[in-house]
């Protein structure tokens, strides 16, 4: 059974940090790409990051809206998958989830507001 558990969510003020993290099982990790996604309160589930698996382990890829903000990364010895969140703003408040692009799993929310 694919499981896929977000944490790390909370409330944060503009211009904070948080990070999350994502612990996986029940599918070899390091052979599948990993992303976050996100839904924002009445939006569609938006792109936020992904970091390569298998042969192309190591690269990445950000969505414009949080590049030199947002960093993910991933331990294929402990299967986790983080997204180390920057400069956060309040158009960041969404519950984010990690998906390996057929399953996704229980969100973490995050809210950004003074």
């Known amino acids: 059974e694919v499981q896929l558990q977000a944490s790390g969510g909370g409330w944060v003020q503009p211009g904070g940090s948080l990070r999350l993290s994502c612990a996986a099982s029940?599918?070899?990790?390091?052979?599948?790409?990993m992303s976050w996604v996100r839904q924002a309160p009445g939006k569609e589930i938006e792109w936020v990051s992904t970091?390569?698996?298998?042969?192309?382990?190591?690269?990445?890829a950000y969505a414009d809206s949080v590049t030199g903000r947002f960093t993910i990364s991933r331990d294929n010895t402990k299967n986790t998958l983080d997204l180390q969140m920057n400069n956060l703003k309040s158009e960041d408040t969404a519950v984010y989830y990690c998906?390996?692009?057929?399953?996704r799993g229980q969100g973490t929310l995050v809210t950004v507001s003074s």
């Open positions: 970091a390569y698996g298998g042969e192309s382990t190591g690269g990445t």
């Open positions: 998906t390996n692009g057929e399953y």
């Open positions: 029940g599918f070899m990790f390091s052979e599948w790409g």
